[in-house]
């Protein structure tokens, strides 16, 4: 039996502001199993980061019930958000967020330093291996071209062996080519290794090559 790794239903996120309210993810049910590779798409501002934060537990939601490899975290503290997420979900970010004043390679282990894990420099090089920049360990994010960095946030988001990988609009700031190239990877991860992933994005070319898709409008599932 496959097992589930997400679990949401009606989850619901407000953001309270001085003036209104805003209901960023509005009683969305979604479920996401182990082996799953499920593009979340629709335009900007539909609820998409949101989404993927609060599922994510990078974010408390405001209501409903949100199940996370099994755990009801709809009331979690934010100790045991991160409890529930540190190791087990990679994230992969528009903005790359690598550390300037750090290799390629030291990039990759820095989530198992954060994990209390011992650092694994044979670990971190197999998997810039995997997304084909072995050749590129001991650069720094400068020396490296945008698709080669955000490959290395690929690799960076694999360091502790998560189960599940979130990637928010990662082809955002890539062109077409570098784009399809971190699909492709996307892809491969999946049917290789059995990886589950949620990734975010507007394109609908390259949204539609995930195995599952997933509509968001105006934070309803669509
Ligand atoms: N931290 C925040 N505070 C207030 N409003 C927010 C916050 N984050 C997102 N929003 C609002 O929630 C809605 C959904 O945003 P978001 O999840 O970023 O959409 P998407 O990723 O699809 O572009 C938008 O109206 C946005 O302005
Ligand atoms: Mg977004």
Do not use: Y
């Not at 629709?42 to 993927?52: A, C, F, I, R, Y």
């Not at 503290?77 to 290799?103: M, Y």
């Amino acid at each position: 039996m496959k097992e589930t790794i997400i679990k949401a239903e009606k989850l619901t996120k407000a953001f309270k502001m001085p003036a209104e309210e805003i209901v960023a993810v509005d009683a969305v049910d979604i479920q996401i199993d182990e082996g799953d590779f499920v593009s979340l798409m629709g335009p900007s501002g539909s609820g998409k980061t949101t989404l993927l934060d609060v599922i994510g537990c990078l974010d408390f939601l405001t209501s409903g019930r949100l199940l996370v490899f099994g755990r009801d975290v709809s009331s979690a503290r934010e100790s045991e958000l991160v409890a529930r997420r540190r190791g087990r979900i990679g994230f992969v970010f528009q903005e790359f967020l690598l550390l300037p004043e750090l290799t390629a390679l030291e990039n990759v282990e820095l989530p198992m330093i954060f994990a209390r894990m011992k650092p694994d420099p044979e670990k971190a090089r197999q998997l810039l291996e995997k997304v084909g920049l072995g050749g590129r360990a001991d650069h720094l994010p400068k020396e490296l071209s945008g698709g080669e960095r955000q490959r290395v946030a690929v690799a960076r988001s694999l360091a502790t062996s998560p189960k599940l990988l979130l990637a928010d609009e990662p082809t955002g700031n890539l062109d077409t080519r570098n784009s399809q190239e971190i699909f492709s990877l996307f892809r491969k991860l999946n049917e290789e290794d059995g990886l589950t992933i949620v990734v975010t994005t507007h394109d609908r070319e390259l949204g539609s090559q995930a195995a599952r898709t997933v509509r968001l409008k105006d934070g309803k599932i669509a």
